[in-house]
């Protein structure tokens, strides 16, 4: 049901188209669900607002909660990892039927989980992994493949250089998401992995740094960027927004986007495709933000006790289902 791989579309698009206090704010649902039962309360923990790609994923889940008739609390960790720990231990504290948050980072997270195990409240991961020294102290995840992501811009920038007949050495900037991330560690490793099996010759990126997945990061870095390489032709970033911001460093440079400088980045955002249609981006990867529905019917399964398919990352940073189906937390209602 959740393959990381299949759950979400990783459609590619290319040229032309058209500081959180200790107790999270509660969006109060109503008493009862959708189906008349007595209603799930959800607690969940965004990462943030860093980007219109989060914004979209913010409403999703707010959206979809409030048509399944559930108590949503939500908070903003405002990208602080710190805040989103507190979160968690307050909606433990308040004991909510199931916790689900997307993790700022991948690690740092065994202690609290295991607060949420042992109060026997199921915790569910939204769009970002984690890495722990217990697979059971999460139920299952829900969101897309990062590292496959990756590899598609990679493979996307071959076209997209073949199209712009760019021979010999290729110069890449790399923008980078949040150190620590997921999707920041995901997305750098799937490209690479394409670069180290065919180009290893022609590609190299000669400088890479975080833009925090934000628009004004992205602005600033790419600015340092084209002081320190002034001949960078190619610029993947891991976000839209970052891409966008790092256009406006191109500009003010005096060079064109789409054309002296290839851009290729991964969401697929309004702004992104505004930019797309522009030709000063020339490719994009697209990564659903539209996860509440079914973050919804996880949520259901798990508080009613069913089992649900568990998805779980390998040593190799890739994801397999574990064979046996995850047992969820015993807990009497």
């Not at 991961?125 to 059971?136: A, I, K, M, P, Y």
């Not at 969101?143 to 992501?149: A, V």
């Not at 930019?275 to 659903?288: D, L, R, T, W, Y």
């Not at 933000?289 to 390998?314: F, S, Y």
Request: charged share 25%; hydrophobic share 40%.
């Amino acid at each position: 049901m959740l393959n990381r791989r299949n759950f979400l579309t990783a459609a590619i698009g290319v040229a032309a188209a058209g500081t959180l206090a200790a107790c999270a704010k509660e969006d109060k649902g109503s008493s009862t669900s959708a189906d008349g039962s007595k209603a799930i309360t959800l607690g969940f923990s965004q990462v943030g607002s860093e980007s219109g790609w989060r914004s979209a994923n913010t409403d999703s889940v707010k959206s979809a909660a409030k048509e399944a008739g559930y108590n949503l609390k939500f908070s903003d960790a405002q990208q602080k990892q710190e805040n989103q720990i507190s979160a968690i231990r307050s909606y433990i504290a308040q004991k909510v039927d199931v916790i689900a948050f997307s993790p700022v980072v991948v690690t740092g997270w065994d202690a609290v989980l295991k607060e949420a195990k042992s109060a026997k409240i199921p915790v569910v991961l939204t769009d970002r992994s984690v890495e722990t020294s217990d697979e059971s102290l999460y139920v299952t995840l829900v969101g897309s493949d990062f590292t496959d992501e990756g590899r598609r811009a990679g493979k996307i920038l071959e076209k997209v250089l073949a199209k712009a007949g760019v021979k010999g050495p290729v110069k890449i900037a790399q923008l980078e998401g949040t150190t620590g991330a997921a999707p920041a560690i995901e997305r750098a490793k799937g490209f690479k992995e394409v670069m180290d099996a065919d180009h290893k010759d022609d590609w190299k990126i000669v400088v890479s740094q975080t833009g925090d997945f934000t628009r004004a990061g992205g602005k600033q870095v790419m600015a340092a960027f084209l002081t320190s390489n002034p001949d960078i032709n190619v610029l993947f970033a891991h976000n839209d927004d970052m891409a966008i911001g790092a256009i406006q460093s191109i500009e003010a440079a005096g060079k064109k986007p789409g054309k002296d400088i290839l851009i290729v980045s991964i969401d697929g955002v309004k702004d992104g495709f505004v930019a797309m249609s522009e030709g000063k981006i020339n490719a994009i990867v697209e990564c659903n933000p539209l996860l509440g529905p079914q973050l919804m019917d996880v949520v259901k399964k798990v508080k009613n006790g069913e089992t649900v398919e568990r998805w779980i990352k390998t040593k190799e940073g890739d994801f397999m289902q574990d064979q046996a189906k995850a047992a969820l937390p015993s807990r009497q209602y």
